[in-house]
């Protein structure tokens, strides 16, 4: 039997199993049914567990996570997904603890799935999303799960997709996706979502000027945060500022104009609207066929994603690859070689293989 509804007040980042480990121990293995059995039934333990699953890059690994993703697919596909992005400072943590406590008193199950950025020494996670979000992390209605970006275009976790699915699985219909907001492509967390939501800061100049026109074209909506107080004042001029840019630089489109907002997520100030604002372009969008061709798209290019992951992990761990290598960096710091022609063998030692291969 899965752990009962209760299981749902625990930290869901320290399950119970976790003791086990601590005290020395080591968890059982489960197979795939016992996942999908466990997920669908809500168990925010195995929910744990399973997307550790999806993030591991053990080969074993991959093969279960696919088998479990695959079951678990007819069980997912009918949430919200929200991509938030902002830059450090604007409050993202603040706002989505905000939005995710209002979504959970009106009823909805929300998961939160904070993309830490990663040091590039360690490789480890520099803050937890989980610490800064301490009301939502208890909340027996949220999921609250910090992943490392591990050095992911647009600081999205490579594993993001597969994590949506299982939190869909398991009845969550709010997915939030909170990205580093440090400057990449946030194209990638924009194909992976319906709604796409940039927060900025009050008085547009200097925000306005460093603003990304990709960015701005690929906003549903651009919210001005901490608009409250002695800030409401700016944050209306902000809204202006970028409701102006917006219109010269987004195309038109025939169906969904990207709204500008003023929001506070330490009152609360303005979320409701801004939600109401969400639910019309999903409306909006399902009615015309735009929001299915959207997913439809999106599964496509998680396909190539994972094919280039794939062709990534098999070309760092080539036999033949492994032996070239370090000569290859060894030639380029002391500029025997170029880039170019290391790249060249490098490949071509590893395609050599195949092709041999492929002629047995």
Not at 56 to 85: D, F, K, N
Not at 186 to 199: G, I, K, Q, S
Request: with cysteine; charged share 25%.
């Amino acid at each position: 039997m899965w752990p009962n509804k209760k299981d749902r007040g625990l930290p869901q980042h320290q399950p119970r199993e976790a003791t086990a480990s601590a005290r020395g121990t080591r968890r059982r293995d489960m197979s795939v049914g016992e996942y999908v059995e466990g997920v669908c039934a809500g168990s925010c333990s195995i929910i744990g567990r399973a997307i550790t699953l999806v993030e591991s890059r053990h080969p074993a690994h991959l093969r279960q996570a696919e088998e479990m993703v695959l079951r678990l697919l007819p069980h997912s596909g009918r949430a919200h997904r929200v991509g938030i992005t902002g830059v450090p400072g604007v409050g993202k943590s603040t706002f989505i603890e905000s939005l995710g406590t209002m979504l959970t008193g009106r009823g909805h199950k929300v998961a939160v799935l904070a993309v830490d950025p990663s040091s590039t020494r360690s490789g480890g996670s520099i803050l937890g999303d989980k610490t800064r979000m301490e009301k939502l992390s208890v909340d027996t209605n949220a999921f609250v799960r910090p992943s490392p970006a591990a050095g992911t275009l647009g600081g999205v976790a490579q594993k993001t997709r597969e994590t949506m699915i299982i939190c869909e699985a398991a009845g969550y219909d709010v997915i939030l996706v909170e990205t580093v907001g440090v400057g990449q492509s946030e194209t990638v967390v924009a194909n992976m979502v319906d709604f796409f939501l940039v927060l900025m800061l009050p008085g547009a100049g200097d925000e306005l000027q460093g603003m990304k026109k990709g960015v701005l074209e690929i906003a549903d909506m651009i919210a001005v945060n901490k608009g409250d107080g002695e800030n409401e004042l700016r944050a209306r001029l902000a809204a202006r500022e970028y409701d102006n840019a917006l219109r010269l630089v987004t195309p038109p489109r025939l169906v969904w104009k990207p709204q500008v907002v003023v929001c506070s997520g330490l009152t609360g100030l303005g979320l409701g609207p801004m939600w109401a604002t969400v639910q019309e372009h999903r409306r909006v969008s399902s009615e015309n066929g735009e929001w299915l061709v959207k997913r439809q798209q999106q599964q496509i290019r998680w396909m190539w994603s994972l094919i280039e992951d794939r062709l990534m992990l098999m070309l760092r761990h080539h036999e033949k690859v492994q032996r070239i290598l370090p000569k290859m960096e060894k030639d380029l710091m002391q500029n025997l070689t170029s880039p170019a022609v290391a790249a060249a063998r490098i490949l071509g030692a590893f395609f050599e293989t195949h092709q041999a291969e492929s002629t047995v």
